[in-house]
C-alpha cells in the first residue's frame, strides 16, 4: 500500500486549496481512503472519509460544508477540495485508509502528509 500526496500550500482565510491522493497496491473500490490532519501540539483529527464499497462520504464536524472529498476511480486518485479556509485548518493533511471504513476515525495506512497553512 502507498498513498502519494500533493497539493497543499498556503491560503488566506476563506480561501480555497485542493489536495490530492494518488493510491498503489489497491483499488479504491475496495477500500475507504480519506483525510486526517495534525495541528502542532495536537493529536490526529479525522477529515473526511470516501467509502469504497458504497461511495458514502463522511467528514468531521469542523470541516463540514466546507471541504468535500471526490474519487478519480480510474486514476486510483481521490481529492479533498477545501473551501472557506480557516486558520484553524492550519496543519499537516495525511491520506489515509481506513481500518474499519467509514465507522470510526481508526486509520490504517497513511502517506507522508502535505502542509496546509492559512493565514488570518
Known amino acids: 500500500v502507498q498513498l502519494v500526496e500533493s497539493g497543499g500550500g498556503s491560503a488566506q482565510s476563506g480561501g480555497s486549496l485542493r489536495l490530492s491522493c494518488t493510491a498503489s497496491?489497491?483499488?479504491?473500490?475496495?477500500?475507504?481512503i480519506g483525510w486526517f490532519r495534525q495541528a502542532p501540539g495536537k493529536g490526529r483529527e479525522g477529515v473526511s472519509c470516501?467509502?469504497?464499497?458504497?461511495?458514502?462520504?463522511v467528514y468531521g464536524n469542523p470541516v463540514k460544508g466546507r471541504f468535500t472529498i471526490s474519487s478519480e476511480r480510474g486514476k486510483n486518485t481521490v481529492h479533498l477540495q477545501m473551501s472557506s479556509l480557516k486558520p484553524e485548518d492550519t496543519a499537516v493533511y495525511y491520506c489515509?485508509?481506513?481500518?474499519?471504513?467509514?465507522?470510526?476515525?481508526?486509520?490504517?495506512?497513511w502517506g507522508q502528509g502535505t502542509q496546509v497553512s492559512v493565514s488570518s
Open positions: 489515509t485508509t481506513f481500518t474499519n471504513g467509514c465507522y470510526e476515525w481508526s486509520f490504517d495506512y
Open positions: 470516501l467509502s469504497g464499497p458504497d461511495g458514502r462520504s
Open positions: 497496491g489497491f483499488s479504491l473500490d475496495d477500500y475507504s
